[in-house]
């Protein structure tokens, strides 16, 4: 497919995970990407598995946490492409942990990366995508975000918070043409979730030595996964992301769409 030819693309959390595989899928269909993480490591990973668009793909590090480097990380960005008409807001960390054993700084820091970068990153990049072509923003819920996921309760709050986040922000940009959605992974293989991503700014998501598995029972997707692997690839959501920053997606705004494999239905 070649939907995003001409078209620019501002990825985060693109150093690895779901966030790389967007970059490369999107990058696959033609379009200019410009990939930030806030490893640098990762960035260079990504590049090597990039190499073929040459010139289509510019990377930039930047900690969507801090308000001062995605102010100019952003302003960077857009003045690499020229321009924006898609952003994909993928960067993310999660930490696992019992609620009575859990910091108030790693609930805040759970909160400043996932809602406050996404909140951030849109805010700087939305009197570009005023003047995009057919401007799309992606969003990143979970499926933590409606449904029981247990130790993970600032990861949940924080996803709830961008999904509330991405329904009003659809209807308030309505009239300026830009669509707002979010994906919501779930089962899905990613640098949070099996401990390899160099954009991971936790010691991993590992759950309590004492973690209760009774409790994820009901968290097992319905269709299988090629190998009997516990994850789908991160392409699973990377195609849904695709989609939904692309013009084929025109008249799809304030919604959600979840990437599980049935396990929420």
Same mark, same amino acid.
Request: charged share 15%; with cysteine; hydrophobic share 40%.
């Given at each position: 497919m070649t939907r995003y030819i001409d078209r620019r693309v501002l990825v985060t959390g693109a150093g690895s995970g779901i966030g790389q595989a967007c970059v490369l899928r999107i990058l696959d269909e033609g379009g200019r990407v410009a990939a930030t993480d806030i490893s640098e490591a990762g960035l260079k990973d990504t590049v090597s598995l990039a190499a073929a668009a040459g010139d289509r793909l510019a990377t930039l590090t930047m900690d969507v946490g801090d308000e001062e480097s995605v102010k100019a990380g952003v302003g960077e960005a857009i003045g690499m492409l020229g321009g924006l008409d898609t952003l994909v807001n993928a960067a993310g960390i999660l930490r696992s942990a019992r609620l009575e054993h859990t910091t108030l700084a790693d609930f805040e820091h759970v909160l400043r990366v996932n809602l406050i970068g996404t909140f951030?990153?849109?805010? @700087?990049? /939305?009197?570009?995508?005023?003047? +995009?072509? #057919?401007?799309?923003?992606?969003?990143?819920?979970?499926?933590? *975000?409606?449904?029981?996921?247990?130790? %993970?309760? =600032?990861? *949940?709050?924080?996803?709830? +918070?961008?999904?509330?986040?991405?329904?009003?922000?659809?209807? @308030?940009?309505?009239?300026?043409? /830009?669509?707002?959605?979010?994906?919501?992974? #779930?089962? /899905?293989?990613?640098?949070?979730?099996?401990?390899?991503?160099?954009?991971?700014?936790? !010691? +991993?998501? #590992?759950?309590?030595?004492? =973690?209760?598995?009774?409790?994820?029972?009901?968290?097992?997707?319905?269709?299988? /996964?090629? +190998?009997?692997? %516990?994850? *789908?690839?991160?392409? =699973?959501?990377?195609? !849904?992301? =695709?989609?939904?920053?692309?013009?084929? *997606?025109?008249? !799809?705004?304030?919604? @959600?769409?979840? !990437?599980?494999? #049935?396990t929420h239905m």
């Open positions: 951030l990153v849109t805010r @700087e990049s /939305i009197p570009a995508l005023r003047t +995009g072509n #057919g401007p799309a923003v992606v969003n990143f819920s979970s499926t933590s *975000a409606q449904f029981a996921h247990p130790y %993970m309760s =600032a990861y *949940a709050a924080s996803k709830g +918070g961008i999904l509330s986040m991405t329904h009003t922000q659809a209807l @308030e940009f309505a009239k300026d043409g /830009i669509r707002f959605n979010c994906v919501q992974p #779930g089962s /899905i293989s990613s640098g949070m979730t099996d401990g390899t991503g160099q954009a991971r700014q936790s !010691v +991993g998501p #590992g759950l309590p030595d004492d =973690a209760d598995y009774s409790l994820f029972g009901r968290l097992q997707p319905m269709l299988a /996964i090629d +190998g009997g692997a %516990m994850f *789908a690839d991160p392409s =699973a959501v990377a195609s !849904v992301v =695709a989609m939904l920053g692309s013009a084929d *997606a025109f008249f !799809v705004t304030g919604t @959600e769409v979840r !990437v599980d494999g #049935g």
